[in-house]
């Protein structure tokens, strides 16, 4: 198949490439490299040092052969972005298109209003302009899009994929039961970033019944791991690996903590319980998804994850991991939690129609965290040089810590007086 992959330069777009030629289908991207530029500005990098794009590019084609491409380099947001996607898409004529090019982040887009607004316009305009080109250039092919279990928040209630299964049923007083079959799962987002993926879903959804696109709208959980199979030990085809604030993710953040000795970074109670998966699962979903496409019209909705788990069990496990990598007793630090978030919560997505397409989860978080450290302790050095970048410190309400922390003034103040 051709695959035409937009984020081509990210943690999951390049590893995607990568697997994707493995397996033989023809691979082309575009991307322009803000991830590098964001982390960049946040006082971080990659702990794994990245190539530059020729070098990356070069080894990739040297490996898996040059009838690949083409690889554009621009944003899917600029005034030009239309235009120019429609060209691209044209040219390499896809059977699938994975959108993987968006800002991933939910606390830098809960930074400022400038933030913020750059989110919006870059996810929600970017994935707009990508639906508009697919119908002009490519309308006969299948988009995967990939969104993120963080759409549905934490809701009482089992979460479905994507829509009411065909049994809900719905009680309104006095007026009796009522179907819910069909009806799209209600989303609770949790940081801008969050709603612009939700934003997104029903933008794609509205595209599938209107113009009649097929698309599979992935809810993933998140990711963790250092590399795949397909990239070797060949360092130049390496993917990237962040462990700041804003773009490092539990798990990868708490792997890259333990190998400098900094306190794994857990906000709050830490009972908060989320869904994840390591990268060679991603990457087995998204092939699945990708050769078994939705129909036209059809707007299908996968949860993709391996199984939920607590941020105090992923750090405790983390801690266990530095233990036997010799680290030592690597300490644990609950913060304040900068997020708005439940302290403790029900939660309990399903996900049963990648399994129903062969997928089987990968389930051995020790064995994953030994891994990642041993690929991390080569580059303590790089981790360490970064180290003011780790802790949090974006906070999802600054308004009401600014009050707590003027009353607590006022308090200390009264004691003295």
């Given at each position: 198949m051709r695959v035409f992959i937009a984020g081509v330069d990210g943690y999951l777009g390049w590893s995607l490439a990568c697997h994707l030629a493995?397996?033989?289908?023809?691979?082309?991207?575009?991307?322009?490299?803000?991830?590098?530029?964001?982390v960049q500005e946040c006082g971080s990098t990659s702990a794994i040092p990245l190539p530059t794009w020729p070098t990356r590019l070069g080894a990739f084609l040297s490996k898996w052969g040059d009838d690949h491409g083409p690889f554009e380099m621009f944003g899917l947001h600029g005034n030009r972005a239309p235009e120019l996607l429609t060209a691209t898409l044209g040219r390499f004529q896809p059977d699938a298109v994975v959108h993987l090019g968006e800002m991933p982040s939910a606390p830098w887009s809960m930074k400022s209003w400038e933030n913020a607004r750059l989110t919006m316009d870059g996810n929600v305009m970017g994935s707009l302009n990508l639906l508009f080109a697919m119908r002009e250039a490519c309308p006969d092919a299948h988009l995967v899009k990939l969104g993120?279990?963080?759409?549905?928040?934490?809701?009482?209630?089992?979460?479905?994929?994507?829509?009411?299964?065909?049994?809900?049923?719905?009680?309104?007083?006095?007026?009796?039961m009522f179907s819910l079959a069909g009806m799209a799962f209600p989303r609770k987002a949790g940081s801008w970033y969050h709603w612009t993926k939700v934003h997104d879903t029903g933008n794609?959804?509205?595209?599938?019944?209107?113009?009649?696109?097929?698309?599979?709208?992935i809810m993933q959980g998140v990711v963790y791991g250092t590399r795949i199979d397909a990239m070797g030990d060949d360092p130049r085809l390496a993917t990237r690996f962040d462990f700041d604030e804003c773009f490092g993710t539990a798990i990868n953040r708490f792997c890259a903590q333990a190998v400098i000795g900094h306190p794994l970074?857990?906000?709050?109670?830490?009972?908060?319980?989320?869904?994840f998966l390591p990268l060679r699962d991603s990457m087995r979903c998204l092939q699945l998804a990708i050769e078994n496409p939705a129909e036209k019209g059809e707007h299908r909705v996968f949860n993709q994850?391996?199984?939920?788990?607590?941020?105090?069990?992923?750090?405790?496990?983390?801690?266990a991991a530095g233990q036997h990598a010799g680290l030592g007793n690597v300490p644990i630090q609950h913060y304040d939690n900068p997020r708005h978030e439940a302290a403790e919560h029900f939660y309990q997505p399903v996900?049963?129609?990648?399994?129903?397409?062969?997928?089987?989860?990968?389930?051995?978080?020790?064995?994953?965290?030994?891994?990642?450290?041993a690929d991390l302790l080569p580059h303590r050095d790089r981790i360490e040089a970064h180290r003011a970048a780790i802790?949090?410190?974006?906070?999802?309400?600054p308004k009401a810590v600014e009050v707590l922390e003027h009353e607590m003034e006022d308090g200390l103040s009264e004691v003295a007086d």
């Open positions: 493995q397996h033989g289908h023809i691979v082309g991207g575009v991307d322009d490299f803000s991830r590098r530029d964001r993120t279990m963080g759409e549905y928040g934490t809701p009482d209630c089992p979460i479905p994929e994507g829509y009411f299964p065909d049994d809900a049923e719905m009680r309104l007083p006095g007026s009796g794609v959804m509205f595209a599938c019944r209107t113009w009649g696109l097929a698309a599979t709208d970074t857990v906000y709050g109670s830490g009972k908060q319980t989320r869904a994850f391996a199984r939920p788990w607590s941020v105090q069990e992923l750090a405790n496990a983390t801690q996900c049963e129609k990648l399994k129903g397409l062969g997928y089987e989860p990968s389930d051995d978080l020790p064995a994953d965290l030994d891994a990642i450290i802790a949090p410190q974006t906070q999802w309400n």
